[in-house]
């Protein structure tokens, strides 16, 4: 049976613009505690990004989004107060994944790059001297920010990645692609997530029941890719699963404020609303 998930829609501390009630926010402070972190689900018109935070300043961001979403991306980190980034993680050379790698290592002071060997060469065009560069393995277990740690599921030939994000018993799950051999291994090593990251932009050719049925996520994240449409037959077995679909090009950047024993889900609204609503 599914544990109840704490929603919320509540905004902690936020710095609102002063041109009316209705007006974007600017600025984000999440105001984390110890042992919390901050996963957040970029809203970009195409592509995906997703950045993890955690008490003490430090900012990973896995993917880039794509380039078309630049200054979507620029201006989300900006609002989420951050300067400068510990960690670029890429899990796929499609350029809706890493279209920004470049442009952001040039706007920020970006620490480290990790990637599947198979991406770097591909992705990155020149790398800063102060920028280290670390390989994604397979099996391995890394400490993503303080108390977090990502476990290294799968990576394909082509570099494409999933892993699986937990702190305490919660548990993220980020599909890197649509593979049913994949997805048939997940369901046979018995892991649940409470959250999951559909794979490959919700096309039909995978999420499947079976897999839904053994992840059993309470709340499902899809991002938006220019070519490929949200499948139908994809939408209708996260409902069977009553799992809620969140769709952040759509309503805003999604944050997940994760403790150890639970989550709370804060929607922040990017886009200034029509007068009078």
């Known amino acids: 049976m599914k544990k109840m998930m704490m929603l919320t ?14 007006a974007p926010i600017q600025s984000v402070d999440l105001n984390l505690e110890h042992q919390e972190i901050a996963v957040t689900f970029f809203d ?5 990004a997703i950045l993890v935070q955690d008490p003490i300043g430090g900012n990973v961001l896995i993917n880039t989004g794509s380039s078309s979403s630049e200054e979507e991306l620029i ?12 960690k670029i993680w890429l899990t796929n050379a499609d350029e809706a994944y890493s279209g920004n790698t470049n442009s952001l290592l040039r706007y920020f002071n970006v620490k480290e790059i990790v990637a ?37 599921l799968h990576i394909s030939n082509t570099g494409v990645a999933t892993f699986m994000l937990s702190l305490g018993s919660q548990d993220l799950l980020v599909m890197g692609e649509t593979d049913r051999a994949l997805e048939e291994e997940l369901v046979d090593s018995g892991k649940t997530a409470e959250v999951l990251k559909v794979a490959n932009f919700g096309s039909d050719v995978g999420t499947t029941s079976e897999f839904l049925d053994a992840i059993n996520p309470q709340m499902a994240v899809i991002f938006r890719h220019k070519k490929i449409d949200i499948g139908e037959a994809v ?15 759509r309503i ?5 404020r994760m403790q150890e024993d639970g989550y709370d889900v804060i929607t922040i609204p990017t886009k200034k609303s029509p007068s009078g609503l």
């Open 44 to 48: 970009l018109s195409i592509g995906e």
């Open 9 to 22: 829609f509540l905004l902690f501390v936020l710095t609102i613009n002063t041109g009316g009630s209705n």
């Open 235 to 249: 939408l209708e077995r996260l409902s069977e699963n009553w799992t809620e679909v969140y769709y952040p090009y």
């Open 75 to 86: 201006k989300r980190l900006q609002m989420y107060q951050v300067k400068e980034i510990n």
């Open 116 to 152: 599947p060997a198979q991406l770097v060469e591909s992705l990155i065009q020149e790398i800063p001297s102060q920028t280290k560069v670390s390989n994604l393995k397979v099996k391995e277990s890394i400490e993503i920010v303080e108390g977090a740690a990502i476990d290294i």
């Open 252 to 256: 805003g950047s999604v944050t997940l």
